[in-house]
């Protein structure tokens, strides 16, 4: 009987690493595109807080592979923005001599806490020093203001097709048809997207209320800011906040 037990709790043990390894592999799924995405775009704070909470899930992992997985995870970016560069046939010596020293600071460091303080460097670094004046994606003129635009005025609730049609001078229909196109993403759910991304700074560096992040990013109310949060991040904003301290509590 003895034995039976050991071999079952010997296949629980393997079969709950298993499960582990999948729920990892499936973070990275979720996260690698949202983050090269964000870095395409240069959009820093964003592809900070993504990183950040891709991090906080790999903590999960046995503790003797956390610095292995960060190291190769953070050195791959580099490696896939470059693999992007190459494709495109934009790549440049310049690009592969930031790496490198990108690369060599990394390897230098010995510590999770290291790799968790350093993600505003890192992707800083990434942004100014591999991505440049260059882009990855291909954008029609009209998407790169809209964009630009949109980044800059999150805040509020004049941010809409009627504002950024007038702003433009682009008729709304030819603006929708011209975005979506680029970004296969309506303009409205970009922008719902966009300011939801935005807010989770707020909840989980601030102490602001609900109501008061609503308010700053144009909801009409809690309740419809709570509904849209979770609609974009599969989670309320409470539960997200708690979840942050909870993993952030674990270094």
Not at 46 to 52: F, Q, V
Not at 148 to 162: A, P, Y
Request: net charge negative.
């Amino acid at each position: 009987m003895e034995g039976n037990d050991l071999l079952f709790t010997k296949y629980t043990d393997q079969d709950s690493q298993l499960l582990l390894m999948l729920e990892k592999k499936e973070a990275l799924e979720e996260y690698d595109p949202m983050i090269l995405a964000c870095l395409e775009q240069k959009n820093q704070v964003i592809a900070e807080n993504y990183l950040t909470e891709l991090c906080f899930r790999l903590l999960d992992i046995p503790e003797e592979d956390h610095l292995f997985t960060f190291r190769i995870y953070f050195t791959g970016l580099i490696s896939e923005v470059i693999r992007r560069f190459t494709l495109k046939g934009r790549l440049q010596a310049q690009h592969l001599t930031n790496s490198s020293a990108i690369i060599s600071t990394i390897e230098s460091w010995t510590t999770i806490a290291e790799f968790l303080s350093s993600i505003p460097w890192f992707v800083r670094k990434v942004i100014e020093y591999i991505m440049g004046e260059l882009s990855l994606v291909d954008y029609s003129p009209i998407t790169g203001k809209i964009l630009n635009l949109i980044n800059e005025n999150l805040e509020g609730n004049h941010l809409s097709l009627r504002w950024l049609s007038l702003t433009l001078g682009i008729s709304p229909s030819h603006l929708c048809n011209n975005f979506k196109a680029d970004m296969d993403e309506t303009l409205s759910t970009f922008i719902n997207r966009r300011k939801i991304q935005e807010s989770c700074f707020d909840i989980k560096h601030t102490d602001m209320t609900l109501k008061e992040i609503a308010d700053k990013f144009g909801y009409g109310s809690q309740s419809y800011y709570i509904h849209t949060f979770k609609k974009f991040m599969d989670i309320t904003p409470l539960k997200y906040k708690r979840n942050y301290y909870v993993e952030a509590n674990k270094i």
